[in-house]
């Protein structure tokens, strides 16, 4: 066990300064940023909708990996699930409130074959009054490129704004 350990100790600081002097850097690639656009995008067109428009979920279940996980950030603690369970929680909400999402700014990161999406967004619902809900906030999604070249999801984690937690700046779109 000591032999294992002392040999993972040496192997980490070989791994680590090895990444200090290579080339490799964060991808600027157009393609790549627009094919994670597109998933980032399809992913708020999959759950928007207006009042008793039913959802796609088979669609919505070609965007994610199948071990996606789904979390919420929220005032009074968090949420996290697999698809499936943002389906069965979220989805008569979804399709009863008329709940629509889309992207105000996407900022992307790619290396190699994963990437990462911080993704503002804004959002609109009917309340059960008939009067008009709406939230903003931030998405952080994770992808992973897959061998025939799709951008599919592995996570999303958000985090809806609050007074005390508003949207930068540079985040809040147009």
């Given at each position: 066990m000591r032999a294992l350990a002392a040999a993972l100790l040496l192997a980490v600081p070989a791994a680590a300064s090895a990444g200090h002097h290579g080339e490799s850097t964060?991808?600027?690639?157009?393609?790549?940023?627009?094919?994670?656009?597109?998933?980032?995008?399809?992913?708020?067109?999959?759950?928007s909708?207006?009042?008793?428009?039913?959802?796609?979920?088979?669609?919505?279940?070609?965007l994610f990996l199948p071990d996606a996980k789904m979390t919420a950030l929220?005032?009074?603690?968090?949420?996290?699930?697999s698809v499936e369970?943002?389906?069965?929680?979220?989805?008569?909400?979804?399709?009863?409130?008329?709940?629509t999402e889309s992207a105000l700014v996407n900022r992307i990161e790619v290396y190699g074959d994963i990437a990462h999406a911080w993704s503002s967004y804004a959002g609109?619902?009917?309340?059960?009054?008939?009067?008009?809900?709406s939230?903003?906030?931030?998405?952080?999604?994770?992808?992973m490129r897959q061998d025939d070249g799709r951008w599919l999801v592995q996570s999303?984690?958000?985090?809806?704004?609050?007074?005390?937690n508003p949207l930068p700046a540079d985040m809040e779109g147009k």
């Open positions: 964060m991808s600027e690639n157009i393609e790549d940023k627009a094919a994670i656009n597109a998933a980032v995008d399809a992913v708020y067109a999959v759950i909708g207006p009042v008793g428009q039913p959802r796609d979920w088979d669609a919505m279940r070609a929220r005032v009074d603690g968090f949420w996290s699930g369970d943002y389906i069965e929680r979220s989805g008569p909400f979804l399709i009863d409130r008329g709940f609109t619902w009917t309340n059960e009054d008939g009067s008009a809900g939230v903003r906030g931030i998405n952080s999604f994770q992808l999303i984690y958000w985090q809806a704004e609050t007074p005390g």
